[in-house]
């Protein structure tokens, strides 16, 4: 069974740094798309950043040059680091895999709360 | 602004049709795959169609979407009371190159 768990989220001051982790089970997180979406309090889901199966990643224009997204193929995991965290960064992070077709899953999400 | 436009809200009756339009542009659903997901209170999102209008195993055919030039649609027949969840749809925009989802739409039944 395919499966994500998200972890590393919790309270931290504006400008300060994160590290979200993704622990996956019943696939390789290298052969598969993944990404980070979240979700802020009361609102829509975001996209975040995505790494590709080859290796390339993208990012959402709002958090370009602050996060960076990897993958760990021997831990089978991904992480999203966050530096220069600010209050807009509030959300749940959701972790997700894709093939591009059938294959999309979610993690249950981890909360992240920036406090000004 | 969402890149993707949804109605904030869609109501029916139970055993109604609810139908749920995603505007975009030539950048993102004219040029890619629409996804839809429903996501249920206090959960995690769901996917619901992929490639435009393919469901995946488990999915009730009661679902069901189209595409058309920049715009595509879900379309949820035969309305239960299960359904109530906020439905997002989403496609990969080549001029942002990231991810773009519609604002949601919070579909009741009454």
């Known amino acids: 069974e395919v499966q994500l768990v998200e972890s590393g989220g919790g309270l931290i001051q504006a400008g300060g740094s994160l590290r979200l982790s993704c622990a996956a089970s019943g696939f390789t997180v290298s052969t598969n798309y993944m990404s980070w979406v979240r979700q802020a309090p009361g609102k829509g889901l975001e996209w975040v950043s995505v790494i590709y199966s080859g290796g390339s990643t993208y990012y959402a224009d709002s958090v370009k040059g602050r996060f960076t997204i990897s993958r760990d193929i021997s831990e089978n995991m991904v992480s999203l680091q966050m530096n220069n965290l600010r209050a807009e960064d509030t959300a749940v992070y959701y972790c997700a895999v894709s093939d591009g077709e059938s294959l999309d899953v979610w993690g249950q999400g981890t909360t992240v709360t920036v406090s000004s | 602004q969402s890149a993707l436009t949804q109605p904030p809200s869609a109501s029916g009756a139970p055993g109604q049709r609810v139908t749920i339009p995603c505007s975009g542009s030539s950048s993102n659903i004219g040029s890619n795959f629409v996804f839809w997901y429903q996501q249920l209170p206090g959960t995690a999102p769901k996917l619901l169609i992929y490639?435009?209008?393919q469901r995946p195993s488990g999915v009730p055919d009661r679902f069901s979407a189209s595409k058309s030039d920049t715009s595509a649609s879900l379309v949820i027949s035969g309305l239960r009371s299960e359904d109530e969840a906020d439905y997002y749809c989403a496609a990969w925009d080549d001029s942002l190159s990231g991810r773009v989802f519609g604002g949601g739409t919070k579909v009741t039944v009454l």
């Open positions: 490639r435009h209008s």
